[in-house]
């Protein structure tokens, strides 16, 4: 393969300024890992394994840091925007294949904006108003679609400040659960203890797919490869700090909530922390608790909002989806079909689907797209370039995919068919987009 005219130096003409810095890029892919999901599904998970929280996330880590590797590599061996499609089109330069993964990225913003939908009108939310959750997700989405509409320009520093809010809740809910531990209150015991009707094997397994949702994150970071100050010495340290630190975060809110708070408790709240820092009797009012995880929270689903349609964008650009999703507001300069569809679809993904099916199906999703990630790798090792940049092992992305298809096998019928609609959707609009693309070249021709 030639090489990418992309991997020049920083500094030559024709890229993206790189100002962004080894600890911005830090605090961007903690703010990106550290979302909303560890808000929601602490539950979830306590109801395949009971107590043994920390079991799914330790599984789920192992593989997040094997995959992980491979975006090393990969984005300081080609450091551009476009992500794992972009690698998949370098290695295979099949235009299906390419626009395939591109599409499964794009259906996982759908999906995990949906997802948080739905944990925004829970019970965080009856924390400050009391309305109905179906109406109250729709009207959300909308305010969201408007605001997405209308330009949203995201900066780092804005993500940051958001960033912030967000690891604030999730430090307030360690310490108090620190505070009641230390006082001789809560039950360690806890920690040791299965979920009674599920087998621990089967139960930690299923938990670990939830866990992973937690995890997800360092792909979009790919995105920023071209603004990044030195990359292959940046990227590296970034992305294992990043997704260090935010393990070590949700194994202590794991063990926090589990000793302040029964098990059976956890696993049927939809806003397990807000339950936990009630439970430790801090005092601390619900509605302001409610209002950091409605922050985190809405963040989240709008950053995922904002790349879905941007994804859609992009695909339409490179004629792999019909020029409609490439059409603009003429003042705005924002995708609107684009943005529209991304809109409905999560609307109506929020109305059918629960947060832990949703969930789920985004991690399904997106094990895909890390699948064609960790193949991609292997096969680029012989694509040399001009620059010094990570190298991972080869036994690495092996163990990898090895790891990712043991988690896709633990899925359940329902996601796999979701997941086989978005093919089978994206199938037909990469189909229409080459009709209209060669009806284009007869006219012009």
């Known amino acids: 393969m030639t090489n990418d005219t992309s991997t ?52 789920a880590l192992v593989v997040a840091l094997l995959t992980a590797g491979t975006y090393a590599e990969l984005i300081t061996k ?45 019970d965080y939310l009856a924390a400050l108003i009391d309305v109905p959750a179906a109406p109250a997700a729709v009207v959300f989405i909308i305010l969201l679609t408007i605001i997405n509409l209308r330009g949203v320009r995201e ?36 920690l040791l ?14 938990a670990s797919i939830i ?31 990043a997704i260090g630190t935010a393990a070590v975060i949700y194994l202590l809110i794991a063990v926090g909530a ?11 709240s939809t806003a397990p922390l807000l339950d936990v820092v009630a439970a430790t009797g801090a005092g601390i009012p619900p509605w302001l608790f409610g209002l950091i995880a409605l922050v985190a929270i809405a963040n989240g689903t709008l950053l995922f909002m904002v790349m879905a349609s941007r994804v859609g964008y992009g695909l339409a650009e490179a004629g792999l989806l019909p020029r409609a999703f490439g059409r603009v507001l003429p003042k705005r300069r924002t995708p609107v079909v684009s943005i529209l569809v991304v809109a409905g679809l999560t609307i109506g993904l929020t109305l059918l689907g629960d947060v832990s099916t949703l969930a789920e199906t985004t991690v399904l999703l997106l094990l895909l797209v890390f699948l064609s990630a960790n193949v991609s790798v ?26 990712s298809i043991g988690l896709l096998t633990q899925q ?3 996601v796999w068919l979701g997941a086989l609609a978005y093919v089978a959707v994206g199938s037909v609009l990469f189909l229409l987009a080459r009709v209209g693309r060669k009806r284009e070249e007869r006219v012009s021709s």
């Open 78 to 122: 080609y450091p551009h925007a476009g992500g794992a499609a972009r690698y998949v089109d370098r290695a295979f330069s099949i235009p299906y294949v390419s626009f395939l993964v591109g599409f499964l990225m794009m259906a996982s913003g759908i999906t995990t904006a949906a997802a948080l939908a739905n944990a925004f009108a829970g």
């Open 378 to 403: 292997l096969v680029l090792k012989t694509d040399i370039v001009e620059h010094a940049h990570f190298k991972v092992p080869r036994f690495v992305p092996v163990l990898a995919i090895i790891a």
């Open 8 to 59: 020049t130096k920083p500094g030559t003409e024709g890229g993206l300024k790189r100002a962004i810095g080894a600890p911005l890029l830090f605090a961007f892919i903690v703010g990106d890992t550290l979302g909303a999901g560890i808000y929601t599904l602490v539950g979830t998970m306590s109801a395949d394994v009971g107590g043994v929280i920390w079991l799914p996330l330790l599984i």
């Open 211 to 241: 866990a992973f949702f937690s995890f997800l994150g360092f792909e979009a970071a790919a995105n920023m490869a071209e603004e990044v100050r030195n990359p292959s010495r940046a990227y590296p340290r970034a992305l294992f700090g």
């Open 155 to 190: 900066s780092l520093t804005a993500n940051l400040v958001a960033s912030v809010i967000e690891v604030s809740g999730l430090v307030l809910v360690i310490v108090l659960a620190a505070v009641v531990f230390g006082s001789g209150g809560g039950e360690p015991s806890r």
């Open 193 to 206: 203890e299965f979920a009674p009707d599920v087998p621990p094997l089967q139960g930690a397994f299923a």
């Open 258 to 268: 589990v000793i302040v708070l029964p098990p059976a408790e956890l696993a049927v």
């Open 412 to 414: 359940t019928g329902v």
